[in-house]
């Protein structure tokens, strides 16, 4: 099976722009979730999608938000990007509510 | 709210040498409980997962974990360590009704020297 696939793997962008990061899932699988990795903060809890509904939130502020389609990939977008928000985005897939995630390679974000 | 607490930021250990890297926790309700490892560059690989039952599990790589509720504790273990297993290693908290939101710890990074 092919794992979790993350796009763009690298992105620069420039404050006040925004940015759609793109995750499809292992096959077959319902839930996706999002995860900031940053030096200071560390891995943080995003938000997880299953069935196209979203079913936690994270400690993030409005710009911030997801979706997911009905074949369970899923993106992410960022508006009105700040710098503190250049870090890596991580995105994990699994199949029902209470398995194991499995994480792609993550998007590396760049804010200038 | 829960936290996961890995006291050691680093840690150097020869190599062919033992290792443990400790995890807690502070939720005390039943809890799910993980490993992964994070190469540079790269994203989070699974080492293991405790989820019920015997309380000492086996992973990939050669590592393993215990799970001890009276300490609140679930450190990973590997009997000889090799160069390739430099990596960061995050111990990571389900909660029973959290969906598939973890809490992670804040890292252990482990340097082998030769």
């Known amino acids: 099976k092919a794992g979790v696939t993350q796009t763009p793997r690298y992105l620069i962008k420039t404050r006040g722009q925004q940015v759609t990061l793109s995750c499809s899932p292992i096959?077959?699988?319902?839930?996706v979730s999002w995860y900031q990795q940053t030096p200071g903060q560390g891995l943080q809890f995003l938000f997880e999608?299953?069935?196209?509904?979203?079913?936690n939130k994270g400690n993030f502020p409005g710009r911030f938000s997801g979706r997911q389609f009905s074949n369970s990939r899923s993106e992410m977008n960022v508006s009105t990007l700040e710098l503190g928000d250049s870090a890596l985005y991580l995105c994990?897939?699994?199949?029902?509510?209470?398995?194991?995630?499995?994480f792609g390679p993550g998007t590396r974000l760049l804010v200038l | 709210a829960q936290s996961v607490t890995q006291p050691d930021i680093h840690i150097t250990v020869s190599e062919g040498a033992s290792l443990e890297l400790r995890c807690n926790y502070s939720?005390?309700?039943?809890?799910?409980l993980f490993w992964y490892v994070q190469s540079p560059g790269q994203g989070l690989q699974l080492l293991l997962k405790?989820?019920?039952?015997?309380?000492l599990v086996q992973g990939i790589k050669g590592f393993e974990a215990e799970f001890k509720r009276s300490q609140s504790s679930f450190n990973l273990r590997k009997p000889s360590v090799h160069w390739s297993d430099a990596a960061e290693y995050f111990c990571?908290?389900?909660?029973?009704?959290?969906?598939?939101?973890?809490?992670f710890g804040g890292g252990t990074r482990l340097m082998v020297k030769p």
């Open positions: 994990a897939s699994s199949g029902t509510s209470a398995e194991t995630q499995y």
């Open positions: 096959s077959g699988h319902r839930s």
């Open positions: 999608y299953f069935s196209e509904t979203q079913r």
């Open positions: 939720y005390g309700a039943t809890p799910y």
């Open positions: 405790y989820f019920s039952g015997d309380t």
């Open positions: 990571a908290w389900r909660g029973n009704n959290a969906g598939n939101m973890l809490t």
